[in-house]
């Protein structure tokens, strides 16, 4: 699975704000910001985690009393989720790729630009948007 989080609100900001509706603008931004780090690093850890138990799996594949041993275990309930084990090793994804995109700090932005529908401004916002994915899409993978 490859994932791209998309962040509308500029984790950086080039110049502190000094007037109160800067200062409200960019409290915005850090409390809207993306907050998806945490999730992102769990996914991953499950990912390894399955990727392991995947291959632990696999080394009991040839004898026949540990594959009846691990059948038994996958085939068991699991009390918190209620579902078979297998069905939770199963129904699990891996992250092959994830991209950020993040809107680039607009220093003409305000503190209320989230109520904003105007025509030009969504336009803009459109065009800033498409811009910022390009970049993000090309840029080397880190």
């Known amino acids: 699975m490859e994932v791209y989080i998309v962040n ?8 502190v704000p000094t007037d109160y509706d800067g200062a409200k603008e960019r ?3 850090i409390m809207f910001s993306d907050t ?21 799996i696999a080394l009991g594949s040839h004898d026949n009393q540990w ?4 059948s038994e275990i ?3 309930i699991n009390p ?3 579902k078979r084990n297998i069905d939770i090793i199963k129904g ?6 994830v991209v950020r995109i993040e809107r680039r700090d607009d220093r003409h932005s305000i503190s209320s630009k989230f109520s904003d529908f105007t025509v030009e401004t969504i336009n803009r916002l459109i065009d800033e948007g498409e811009n910022d994915a390009i970049k993000a899409l090309s840029a080397p993978a880190s």
């Open 92 to 97: 699990q994804f891996k992250i092959a790729k």
């Open 80 to 82: 918190q989720t209620n």
């Open 36 to 56: 998806t780090d945490h999730d992102v690093r769990v996914a991953t850890v499950v990912s390894q985690q399955i990727d392991l138990i995947e291959k632990l």
């Open 8 to 15: 509308v609100w500029p984790s950086k900001e080039k110049v």
């Open 67 to 70: 594959r009846k041993k691990i």
């Open 27 to 29: 409290l915005n931004d």
């Open 74 to 76: 996958l085939d068991e």
